[in-house]
Structures are given as C-alpha cells and as structure tokens.
C-alpha cells in the first residue's frame, strides 16, 4: 500500500522525467491539485499550494490498481465487467472512447466485448502544468475511429473531480457524436450523471469525515 511519503517520492520521480502535473495526476490517480501538492512537497517547487497554505494537503483519495493494469488476464476480467454494466442499455452503440492513458486499454476489452469500433481521446490535462487549464485543448487521436455521427460509450479509470469525464463528453459531441454512457473503475465523486449522460461505475469510493 502506497503512503503518503511513497505518493510524493512518486511525484518526484514523474516530475523528474518531465511529465506535466497533468500527466503526474493521471499517472497517481489523483486531482491536479494533489498531484502539484505531492510535486512541492517532494522538491521539485517550494511555493504554497493552490489554497496559499504551504502545508495545507487537498481533499483526496488515492486509488492504486496496478494490480489490475499489470496482468493482462486481471485487465480483460475488470473491462468485460465495465462492458457488462452498461450492455444493459438497449441504444444501438457503434463506438467506444477511451480516454487516455489508463482508459484506452479498458476501452479496447470494452469495444471487443461489445463489438464496436475504439476512438482515444487525450485530455487537456495532459498538457496542464500551472495556470488555467480552460486554454489548453484535448483532441482525439487520428490513429482511431473518427466520432462524427456515432453514438458513443466513454471509457475511463478513475472519477476524480469529473472534469475530465465533462471534458471528453463536450469535444464527443463537438465531433458529431452522441455520447450515451460513461464507465469507469472507480468513480470518487458517485455520480450518477455529467451533462446528462448516465454513469457506471464498479466501484464508489467516498471519503467520510467528522463534523468539526
């Protein structure tokens, strides 16, 4: 089990081989919040966090499954389960996006499973180092299916915030495309729906603290 201190050596690690906070919050599972956090603390930037707090940690939870990613046998059993719950929706879906890095080799047992076409999307955050996030674009790559005109399933790891599950529904759509379903591993937030597209989830993860 990772701590902490194993978070932020991580981090260190990630930014040393100059992976953006964006990239180092995908890699660790984590918000970019947490991820610039873990990079200042290990080092890499002595300033004060998002909060102006130089000891102040973000609200998060870590969610590690390596255990899964690393066997391929693991992977496949957990991906025809995420296609196994949203099957149960009738709409002829001819694609499935996923989002990159960790999604796209869940999409790809997905799409297999449910006989449709892949598409990869790369978010905005892999790009995101400081600033405001809102002037970078994501984009699909070319490499894939094209979107326009298809009813789409989207394909993730991990629900942190739900920006990123908000930000591929958006550019689904700014393609021609109908997203009709989002599904992912773990979702943090247990959101039932983003934008009015239904989410599933295996797993919720919530975080319960006392009333102070």
């Known amino acids: 089990m990772k701590n902490v201190d194993?978070?932020?050596e991580s981090a260190a690690e990630l930014a040393g081989r100059g992976l953006s906070r964006g990239e180092i919050a995908d890699e660790l599972n984590v918000s970019r919040e947490t991820a610039s956090w873990l990079v200042e603390r290990g080092g890499i930037k002595s300033e004060p966090d998002h909060a102006g707090q130089p000891g102040a940690s973000p609200q998060?939870?870590?969610v590690d499954w390596s255990a899964i990613g690393?066997?391929?046998s693991r992977l496949t059993y957990v991906s025809r389960a995420m296609a196994d719950l949203i099957s149960k929706d009738d709409t002829d879906v001819g694609l499935t996006v996923g989002i990159e890095k960790a999604g796209v080799p869940l999409a790809t047992v997905v799409a297999n499973e449910l006989d449709t076409d892949i598409a990869a999307y790369g978010p905005a955050k892999h790009q995101?180092?400081?600033g405001d996030i809102d002037e970078?674009?994501?984009g699909f790559s070319q490499n894939f299916s094209a979107v326009s005109d298809q009813n789409c399933y989207i394909i993730d790891d991990i629900i942190t915030s739900g920006t990123t599950m908000k930000e591929t529904?958006?550019?689904v759509r700014d393609q021609?495309?109908?997203?009709v379903g989002c599904v992912v591993l773990v979702d943090k937030q247990g959101l039932d729906e983003i934008d009015g597209v239904p989410v599933s989830s295996l797993m919720n993860v919530v975080s319960v603290a006392p009333d102070e």
């Open 6 to 8: 194993n978070l932020i």
């Open 60 to 62: 998060d939870i870590h």
């Open 70 to 72: 690393r066997d391929s």
């Open 128 to 130: 995101w180092e400081e």
């Open 136 to 138: 970078i674009d994501g």
């Open 169 to 171: 529904i958006t550019a």
């Open 176 to 179: 021609g495309g109908t997203p």
